[in-house]
């Protein structure tokens, strides 16, 4: 029998060493203690939320009054016109201290524009479950003068039928969802109420003045398109406003004024 390659036999055994060595070490501390926080983000106010709006959650160490709470992990997520908006944030359970008191903040930018942000102190780490829902609040100040919806709208088409040009038909939305304008003959008023992607308009009060019937014509389909719309949608590129029914097809085309 021919001896074995010396060499060889030094090599096994010299990786044989580190495994075992590999095994005593501890395990690291990120991958030992590393947690997770989830939940819903959610406000109360019947606004959409544009494409690029952008939500925050941040676990903070609040334990001293006096003192400006510390972050200790942060998540950033899309909403996607999603609500609720679901959120995950991934901490070092490692940081976090016997006695100390720690709670979830949440805000929803757009632009770098604030719109949204927490107001109450929503606890974590207490004892409570890892999922926590957080309720955030409309910052009117920052975000009313720059929603997708806000503004006046003047149709241009009708269930991809062009509309007459005048007498002019036109709504006017603004962030609480009041809705005023002109069907083209009488002057109209109501609500929209929007929920992500999802809008509806509520029953429109109209006045009761008589027009020429293709004006009356046109104001009755004005009505009912908004009374079959069921999603809205911005083209950025035209800055029009697309209401879309139930079964996916745009039923009004208004361009901003």
């Known amino acids: 029998m021919k001896p074995g390659n010396p060499r060889l036999a030094l090599s096994r055994r010299s990786l044989l060493g580190l495994a ?5 070490l501890p395990t690291s ?13 959610s ?14 959650v941040r676990l903070v160490d609040v334990s001293l009054a006096d003192a400006p709470a510390r972050s200790l992990a942060v998540t950033r997520v899309k909403t996607r016109h999603r609500m609720p908006i679901p959120y995950r944030l991934r901490f070092d359970e490692a940081r976090i201290q016997r006695g100390h008191t720690y709670a979830l903040e949440a805000r929803i930018t757009v632009h770098g524009k604030l719109w949204f942000i927490t107001t109450t102190r929503h606890t974590a ?18 975000a009313a003068a720059t929603l997708p919806l806000n503004g006046r709208w003047l149709a241009e088409s009708i269930r991809n039928r062009r509309v007459i040009g005048d007498p002019k038909t036109l709504i006017e939305i603004t962030a609480d969802g009041k809705v005023t304008g002109s ?7 109501g609500k929209a109420t929007v929920d992500g992607a999802h809008i509806s308009f509520g029953p429109m ?3 009761k003045m008589a027009c020429p019937p ?23 590129q035209r800055d029009r406003l697309i ?3 139930a079964h996916g097809v745009t039923v009004l085309r208004l361009a901003r004024l």
């Open 243 to 245: 209401l879309v029914d």
């Open 183 to 189: 069907g083209g003959c009488n002057r109209i008023s």
């Open 214 to 236: 293709a004006v009356m014509d046109q104001e009755s389909k004005f009505l009912a398109a908004l009374g079959d719309t069921r999603l809205w949608r911005i083209d950025e």
């Open 29 to 41: 501390p990120a991958l030992a203690t590393g947690r997770a926080l989830r939940g819903q983000v």
């Open 125 to 142: 780490l207490a004892g409570n479950a890892d999922e926590t829902s957080i309720l955030v609040e409309f910052v009117k100040s920052a």
């Open 20 to 24: 075992a060595a590999a095994l005593a």
């Open 43 to 56: 406000y109360r106010e019947r606004i959409a939320l544009p494409p690029e709006a952008l939500l925050e």
């Open 205 to 207: 009060i109209s006045t």
